[in-house]
Structures are given as structure tokens and as C-alpha cells.
């Protein structure tokens, strides 16, 4: 797929994804954020998706954890195994939102964790971050040759842990001032 230009700049996505129906609502949500051309390769399979990486790489890869052939867990394994492969944003795409495939999906390398939504709207507005830290790690890459991490779009396994643990842990104190007031009082 390419998207007309808007500002010159092209933007190479690898899509790796099975189904039909999540392709085209992703290459729809793409003309929507991007401010050029979205040059969209599409792997069909966790297999072709490492294939395709060999041959081009991509700036941006959105990976589905469930595909034949290799998981998305194992494409994302055998991206970190390459110095060269582990710089490429890499956001991970699933129906699930299992906390151990959020962890396991960050801990393998992925950079941000997008669960499939229905709604083209909703799919624009998780993308469109993607794409403003694109530009600012390309602004980064251009002064010092290097890659750097925004932090603004993705969030990394300690606080998503902590984003899912802090309402239990403050619930849990709540019970126990209730338990110990109870006690005091004499209600037990």
C-alpha cells in the first residue's frame, strides 16, 4: 500500500498479520496518521515476517502475536537476537490482553502492546503516537547516530505491572485499616 504524500517523507511498515479484515483496517488507519507515504509490506506469517525484515528494513513493524508459523513471541525473539533487528519499534498486536502476553511481549522487545480493537477510530488514535515517537527517535538518530527511547507512547513492563498492581495493593490496605478499626471497636 501506498498512501499519498503529504509531506515527502515515506514511511516503511511491515505488517505482520494474518487476517484480511485487521490488514485493511490497519492500512485505513495508516492513511490517517501518517504525515507522508506508508510504503505497507505485509508478512502473512511469523516466518515471512522474518524474511521480510532480511530483505528490507522496516521503520515500524506491527506484529500480531497469534500467526502461523512463527508466534509473534518468536519473531520477536529472533528480532532481539540482531544487534541491527533489535533497533526497529516493534508494536505488538493481539485480540488478548493477558498480562503474561503483555510482559512476555515487552520482555522479548516489543515497544508498545496495542490490543485489536473493532474501531478504526480507536485504532488511529494508538497509532498516532507511534508515529510522533517515529519522528522523534528519526530526529534523535539524525544528531547523534544513534537510537534513543522517547517513553512517551510505549509503556514498559515494570509500569504496566505497577499501572495493574497499584488499585489491588490499595484495595488490600483499604480491607485491612477497615479490619483493624473493626477489631479495635470491638465488632469482632
Do not use: C
Amino acid at each position: 500500500m501506498k498512501a499519498g504524500s503529504k509531506s515527502g517523507r515515506t514511511w516503511k511498515v511491515l505488517l505482520a498479520d494474518d487476517n484480511d479484515d485487521h490488514a485493511l483496517l490497519i492500512q485505513m488507519a495508516l492513511e490517517r496518521v501518517t504525515d507522508g507515504e506508508v510504503v505497507l509490506r505485509r508478512a502473512r506469517d511469523g516466518d515471512e515476517a522474518v524474511r521480510m525484515v532480511a530483505e528490507e528494513l522496516p521503520e515500524l513493524i506491527l506484529l500480531d502475536l497469534h500467526m502461523p508459523g512463527r508466534s509473534g513471541h518468536e519473531v520477536l525473539q529472533h528480532l532481539n537476537g540482531s544487534q541491527e533487528y533489535r533497533r526497529i519499534p516493534v508494536a505488538v498486536r493481539t485480540s488478548s490482553d493477558r498480562d503474561e502476553d503483555v510482559a512476555e511481549s515487552y520482555g522479548l522487545g516489543g515497544n508498545h502492546f496495542i490490543t485489536k480493537p473493532g474501531d478504526p477510530a480507536e485504532l488511529v488514535q494508538r497509532l498516532r503516537p507511534l508515529f510522533t515517537n517515529l519522528r522523534e527517535l528519526q530526529g534523535i538518530s539524525r544528531g547523534a547516530r544513534g537510537m534513543a527511547t522517547t517513553g512517551k507512547a510505549a509503556e514498559g513492563p515494570a509500569s504496566y505491572v505497577l499501572k495493574k498492581a497499584i488499585p489491588a495493593i490499595g484495595f488490600i490496605a483499604v480491607l485491612a485499616i477497615l479490619l483493624f478499626w473493626a477489631w479495635v471497636s470491638g465488632v469482632f
